[in-house]
């Protein structure tokens, strides 16, 4: 599990909100302690919403994404990213705490409506097909990026007729998964040879592939893609980025619709306070990826 840093800790990781504050730096002082009060409207809500205050809730997460959630490279005992961060920030509006339950991505939604887990923020996607399972809060926009070998051998050039004959690891689970099964029958018309799929659990082992020669293409968040490249420049690049109609999304169990409202109502007032957008900052991902949240639920 993760260990759970104050909050103190975790702000002063992020960009400093003052001039004053970046007066100091620039003079040479080291304020330590420093840290942004929860947003204002954060009482009303524990007032409104009283039962999850004082409560350590479950979230289970895939933490095989740098950026958005995974095991901390400088202490195996704690998850960093993106979503963690944001899932500790809602927590601290709504007075809870929260615990880590590291799963597949496949098992995500399992595991929360069987009830090892209360919430799921882990960078997976809201669609209609999961929404039957349990209720989203979106955040996010989604982009995909292409990522192939350095070069692009097979001039992959999207989610398209390049990737006829093509082997593509993925997630399984992922949404990705039926976009390039859906690519099948077009390429048999075309008279070409159907694109392959590899299927794995988690997003290193999809990347492992196209660095060792088994796989040719691995579509997937675009931040992931891009933190990919990042690390093995001399050996990947991403193709393109690709427009996939998802948004990213927070699952709540289908028959809480309160607990629901109540992360719907955190995220919004850590939106106004401008903390949504300073963690996209500090985890290096794209701000226009940010969104205002609405809820996807499906009875």
């Not at 704690?78 to 597949?104: A, N, Q, R, S, W």
Request: proline content about 6%; aromatic content about 8%; some cysteine.
């Amino acid at each position: 599990m993760r260990k759970l840093l104050s909050r103190e800790a975790r702000q002063a990781s992020l960009p400093w909100r003052s001039a004053a504050a970046g007066a100091m730096i620039a003079a040479g002082f080291l304020l330590p302690g420093i840290a942004q009060a929860a947003p204002a409207g954060c009482a009303a809500l524990q007032a409104k919403y009283p039962g999850w205050k004082g409560k350590t809730l479950v979230n289970a997460v895939n933490p095989h994404t740098p950026g958005y959630e995974a095991i901390d490279p400088k202490d195996p005992s704690k998850y960093v990213g993106f979503d963690i961060d944001l899932g500790e920030e809602i927590g601290e509006c709504l007075g809870f705490k929260l615990t880590y339950k590291p799963v597949t991505f496949a098992a995500l939604l399992t595991t929360l409506a069987s009830g090892q887990a209360d919430i799921v923020i882990s960078d997976i996607y809201a669609t209609k097909e999961r929404a039957k399972a349990a209720d989203f809060i979106t955040y996010s926009k989604v982009f995909d990026g292409v990522l192939v070998a350095k070069g692009n051998p097979k001039k992959i050039t999207g989610i398209n007729t390049s990737m006829c004959g093509a082997a593509a690891a993925e997630n399984t689970g992922f949404v990705e998964v039926p976009l390039v099964q859906n690519l099948m029958p077009t390429c048999k018309a075309e008279g070409k040879p159907e694109p392959t799929l590899q299927l794995y659990e988690n997003n290193a082992n999809c990347i492992q592939a196209i660095l060792a020669g088994r796989a040719d293409t691995y579509v997937n968040d675009v931040n992931t893609v891009d933190q990919a490249v990042k690390a093995n420049p001399d050996k990947l690049e991403k193709a393109i980025a690709v427009t996939i109609p998802y948004s990213v999304g927070i699952a709540v169990p289908k028959d809480k619709p309160e607990f629901r409202d109540a992360v719907m109502a955190a995220l919004v007032e850590i939106q106004k306070a401008g903390i949504h957008m300073d963690l996209l900052k500090k985890w290096e991902l794209d701000v226009n990826n940010f969104k205002e949240p609405d809820i996807l639920s499906v009875d």
